[in-house]
């Protein structure tokens, strides 16, 4: 089958052609027609399911254009009230009407007709969300949503001093790879020093929202947020037992390769002990990896990268740059992190990232470029409710891309000893992540089994809990006061609660799809096409199984892909 990137913005035909979302006036007659619209016949049932869903992609678009607008500039008050907007007034008011045409699809007699190999998950979503909904958990949600943006404005704000300028935090990271190791320290308690300003508004930001969550659980019938959290993000495949079962996995099958992988670096640096400012350090006399110059170098690049793998994944970044899909440079004002905004009309999706020159910046954009490929794969698909995808395998389509695209990185680096030491940072990156997903994913179990936990048991849990998962190899010493807030650099512990052990699962994942590629790279690219065209049409095994991969948690099958990592490692 060929594929394009030359997608077209979705046409109205129940909405008319330019619309604006001014107030929840202009909206509501739509609804109000859904509500009342009468279906008899298969073909109604379909033609309502279409003007629902085209409803539903004007409605999410205006939501993600909102966000990036905001994003990429924190310090506009007219671009925060036009979020707050949204989640204030228009979203708290679609929730009702949207139980009820949930409810009108579910209770249809030819709902039955429709093809339930197509339609499975989708209804089976459907019926999830009427057993969450509560009209008493409309308010909450939407303090929620605006709360969870203070975490952006606080963070957007946080900048150093070293040498005369100002950085972002992000910025400054950069100075962690200098050779001078005096500079990596200063540098380092710089940025803890300034997250630590902070503290007490993030402490209290997030006890507020701890407060509002575990409210909205117990109003839906459940005991806690974790058990509530799971139903509403569609987790019918693996259970809080399963993630425990991963947390041990992690100790027990990718601690000593971590331990390895910095007693390595411990010796290439010729130091005596390892501090957490040598870990991204190069030895004397060796300057730091700088694969580009800024956002329109990184992009031109990734695009060449790209072109290398599949012609169509390079089209499509293309196309988002010639729709202005993209911000990619740090500067301040700007929230930090990155990510990649499906944009359910115009099917080009936005990507927003914080590039400083560094490597880490390349692995994000192939990262969020694979997180842009599947937005494109999943654009032809008939209703929005089918693009809605698992977490799991979004993140299984960008990390992937982080390990296929490896081979093709001598566009960023001259000579084959650069391509080295990205390849290895990269595959180190692979192994080192999996214990913070560890100490993130169990620490919010604890808080949400817990939550009227005091600031100091907080404290006491985050700190337990991260020393479980901190290598034997690094010497923390006198970092005790910055390791107790260490939490609070994690925005999707505020934004997106839950949403981390995603990046295990899809890491392992990422890892068999790449085993896979290295055997057979064209079969390995179409497998990894065809599952992530599939969008959310198909259940999570399902879509793991098409990409040729299976969802693990235990120790054994976790092994078996840390030793093939390990050789890769050692290759280099």
């Known amino acids: 089958m060929h594929y394009t990137a030359n997608i077209e913005k979705l046409k109205h035909s129940f909405l008319p052609e330019v619309f604006e979302l001014k107030d929840w006036q202009t909206l509501e007659p739509y609804f109000i027609t859904l509500r009342d619209r009468q279906l008899n016949s298969k073909a109604d049932l379909e033609k309502w399911l279409k003007d629902l ?3 539903e992609a004007f409605i999410s678009e205006d939501a993600c254009w909102r966000q990036v607008r905001m994003t990429c500039d924190t310090e506009n008050k007219s671009l925060e009230e036009a979020f707050n907007f949204f989640f204030l007034e228009i979203q708290p008011r679609i929730q009702p009407y949207a139980d009820l045409l949930n409810k009108k699809l579910i209770n249809c007699p ?4 429709l093809d339930q190999d197509t339609y499975f998950t989708y209804i089976r979503s459907i019926k999830k969300s009427i057993d969450l909904f509560r009209e008493e958990n409309i308010p909450l949600q939407a303090e929620a949503s605006v709360l969870q943006q203070q975490y952006g404005m606080i963070a957007g704000k946080m ?4 040498d005369g300028k100002e950085y972002t935090l992000q910025q400054a990271g950069k100075f962690l790879e200098n050779e001078d190791r005096k500079i990596r320290e200063t540098v380092y308690k710089k940025i803890a020093e300034r997250r630590l300003v902070d503290k007490e508004p993030l402490n209290d930001l997030f006890s507020k929202l701890i407060g509002i969550r575990h409210q909205i659980a117990l109003n839906a019938g459940f005991k806690n947020y974790r058990d509530y959290k799971f139903a509403e993000m569609g987790r019918f495949d693996y259970t809080p037992q399963d993630c425990f079962q991963f947390h041990e996995a992690v ?3 990718v601690m000593p390769l971590v331990d390895e992988i910095y007693q390595y670096q411990q010796k290439k640096l010729g130091v005596d002990t390892m501090r957490p400012w040598d870990t991204e350090a190069e030895r004397a006399g060796i300057q730091p990896l700088r694969p580009f110059t800024d956002g329109k170098d990184l992009l031109e690049k990734t695009v060449q990268c790209l072109d290398q793998l599949n012609p169509f994944f390079g089209d499509c970044l293309r196309k988002m740059n010639e729709l202005n899909h993209l911000d990619l440079d740090s500067r301040k004002g700007k929230a930090p992190g990155g990510y990649n905004c499906p944009l359910a009309e115009s099917g080009a999706p936005f990507i927003f990232m914080n590039a400083a020159s560094q490597m880490s910046d390349v692995t994000t954009m192939v990262h969020e470029g694979g997180h842009a490929i599947h937005s494109f794969l999943s654009h032809p698909l008939e209703l929005t409710g089918f693009k809605e ?3 799991e395998m979004a993140e299984v389509a960008s990390m992937s891309m982080e390990l296929f695209t490896m081979d093709h990185w001598n566009v960023f680096f001259a000579n084959e000893e ?10 180190e990156r692979v192994i080192t992540i999996f214990p913070w997903i560890a100490t993130i994913d169990k620490f919010q179990h604890w808080i949400y089994e817990n939550p009227a936990h005091t600031l100091e048991e907080r404290k006491e849990n985050w700190l337990r809990i991260l020393n479980e998962f901190s290598s034997a190899a690094l010497d923390f010493s006198g970092l005790e006061s ?7 650099k994690q925005l999707h512990l505020f934004e997106v609660p839950f949403y981390y052990i995603e990046y295990g699962i899809a890491q392992l994942g990422a890892i068999g799809m790449w085993l896979q590629y290295k055997e057979d790279p ?9 599952a992530l065209s599939l969008g959310g049409t198909k259940t999570l095994p399902e879509l793991y199984k098409n990409a040729g991969i299976e969802i693990i948690f235990d120790a054994t099958r976790i092994s078996r892909l840390m030793r093939f990592i390990k050789k890769e490692l050692e290759s280099l």
């Open 53 to 55: 869903s085209e409803l």
């Open 159 to 162: 900048t150093i001093e070293q």
């Open 482 to 488: 910055f390791r107790s807030y260490s939490w609070q």
């Open 389 to 391: 995808y698992p977490t």
């Open 418 to 427: 650069e391509m080295k030491r990205a390849k290895r940072h990269q595959l």
């Open 251 to 253: 100790k027990t099958e």
């Open 522 to 530: 064209k079969k390995g690219i179409e497998n990894y096409i065809k």
């Open 110 to 113: 030819f709902t039955k007709e």
